[in-house]
């Protein structure tokens, strides 16, 4: 690979995916509805040129760090490559995520709050209710899902791929059929569970077969009852010391806790890795259900393996991860 096209990769790359970060937290944290993603993204023609792409796939090396480290900048680039071309329609998606709202009683209720929502209704009438209206914006969504989905779809084909899967499945090191084992495996270790257990509960606690149960329906058994009696409402900083003193883990980093409640705030803990070994942080929604302390220990611990990253790596070892390892 070229000195240039490297120094470019990680410049470019550097400032649009610290800016695309922090865009994506204000946004998902609730604190601004629009984003401007379209506009983060035009001072960096060069580095989304297909050219650079194909110098990436086309690179040889040295050693297997180096060859981990493309990786991870030819994952970035033809991630920006193909944002950038629907980048209008994913500001379009993200606003109508944060900033739509319906009517429950005298309640509005954002669409992002609508599993919050749900697992206040336990009466079939009220879910029928609830899923009635946020189909109303599903619907609006899935237009705009739909022709960005053919930019992806289109762009990966003028990027030398054959389809956006073949593209995603290079980026994300992985293949497809392999997530399809997994799930089918899952599926027969599991299967007990849903004969059994599952039927019994929608049954007795929701007066629901298990023929006729829906997502939501799970969702509410799953995050209600005997699992959410058995956790504390979390504490994300108490929890976290808790983890750090047990492990005797000195954060050479800070990770900073978002916990304000806003409106049009994802429900849930994610991470933002604003600057590896030296900053990050975890933005909290609390559902009040077992999902609170599942997403924060997936993103506390995502946070805890760039907190010993070395400050003076290059990019592509600092701030670009395989999500897989991370995970």
């Avoid at 084992?181 to 270790?189: C, L, N, S, T, V």
Wanted: net charge neutral.
């Amino acid at each position: 690979m070229s000195k240039e096209v490297l120094e470019l990769v990680r410049t470019q790359g550097n400032s649009a995916f610290r800016s695309i970060t922090k865009e994506l937290y204000l946004n998902h944290s609730g604190q601004k509805n629009k984003t401007d993603i379209s506009n983060i993204l035009k001072p960096y023609p060069d580095l989304l040129e297909h050219e650079i792409l194909q110098v990436l796939m086309d690179s040889k090396f040295s050693s297997t760090q180096e060859e981990s480290g493309n990786k991870n900048m030819l994952s970035l680039v033809a991630n920006l490559i193909v944002l950038g071309q629907s980048s209008k329609i994913q500001d379009a998606v993200f606003e109508s995520e944060a900033s739509s709202y319906f009517k429950l009683g005298h309640t509005r209720v954002n669409f992002r709050a609508i599993p919050k929502a749900l697992l206040r209704k336990s009466k079939d009438n009220e879910i029928k209710e609830i899923k009635e209206k946020k189909g109303a914006i599903i619907s609006k969504l899935n237009e705009l899902y739909l022709r960005q989905y053919a930019y992806l779809q289109k762009d990966s084909y003028e990027l030398g791929f054959k389809n956006y899967l073949t593209l995603y499945e290079l980026t994300q090191d992985h293949e497809s059929s392999d997530l399809i084992e997994h799930a089918k495996e899952f599926i027969r270790d599991t299967e007990y569970i849903s004969k059994d257990l599952l039927s019994w509960y929608l049954d007795k606690k929701m007066d629901i077969k298990l023929k006729n149960a829906d997502s939501e329906n799970l969702f509410y058994l799953i995050n209600s009852f005997e699992l959410k009696k058995a956790l504390p409402k979390l504490n994300t900083h108490s929890l976290a010391k808790k983890i750090l003193d047990k492990n005797k883990i000195e954060l050479p980093a800070v990770i900073k806790f978002d916990t304000e409640k806003r409106g049009g705030h994802v429900l849930g803990s994610i991470p933002y890795i604003y600057e590896p070994g030296v900053e990050m942080i975890v933005s909290t929604n609390l559902l009040g259900s077992v999902f609170d302390y599942e997403s924060f220990l997936e993103a506390f611990a995502c946070c805890l393996s760039y907190s010993f990253t070395n400050r003076d790596d290059y990019f592509e070892y600092a701030h670009l991860r395989n999500n897989t390892l991370v995970e």
